[in-house]
């Protein structure tokens, strides 16, 4: 397993903007295709946005589709987030997650690492 840290969520008004990145321990980080979830207060986790091992393929939900960006940098070790024109609907907690097949399907149950998530807020 890898070790998943995530950072950069806050209180943001609607229409702005958040970066949030996901630090990774150990030298096996490309080896794991990376996604991230949300959870919103008594919700169920829902996917967001998934990236391949090398960060040439990326997926998104519906939701986050034209908005969100996600992308990887393996010599860092670090995978982002990058969201823009937030809406309210967009609070949760946003947690990344880690992938040992390479698929970026973004079933819940296919990840095994997961971080401790990090609070994203957007005021209307």
């Known amino acids: 397993q890898v070790q998943l840290v995530e950072s950069g969520g806050g209180l943001v008004q609607a229409g702005g903007s958040l970066r949030l990145s996901c630090a990774a321990s150990?030298?096996?980080?490309?080896?794991?295709?990376m996604a991230w979830f949300r959870q919103a207060p008594g919700k169920e986790r829902d996917f967001v946005a998934s990236?391949?091992?090398?960060?040439?393929?990326?997926s998104y939900a519906d939701s986050a589709k034209g908005r969100f960006t996600i992308s990887r940098d393996n010599v860092k070790n670090t995978v982002y987030l990058q969201m823009n024109n937030l809406k309210a609907e967009d609070t949760a907690v946003y947690y990344c997650?880690?992938?040992?097949?390479?698929?970026?399907?973004?079933?819940?149950?296919?990840?095994?690492?997961w971080g401790q998530g990090t609070q994203v807020t957007v005021s209307s």
């Open positions: 997650a880690a992938e040992r097949t390479g698929s970026i399907a973004g079933r819940l149950g296919d990840y095994d690492s």
């Open positions: 150990g030298r096996t980080f490309s080896l794991y295709a």
């Open positions: 990236i391949s091992r090398t960060g040439g393929t990326t």
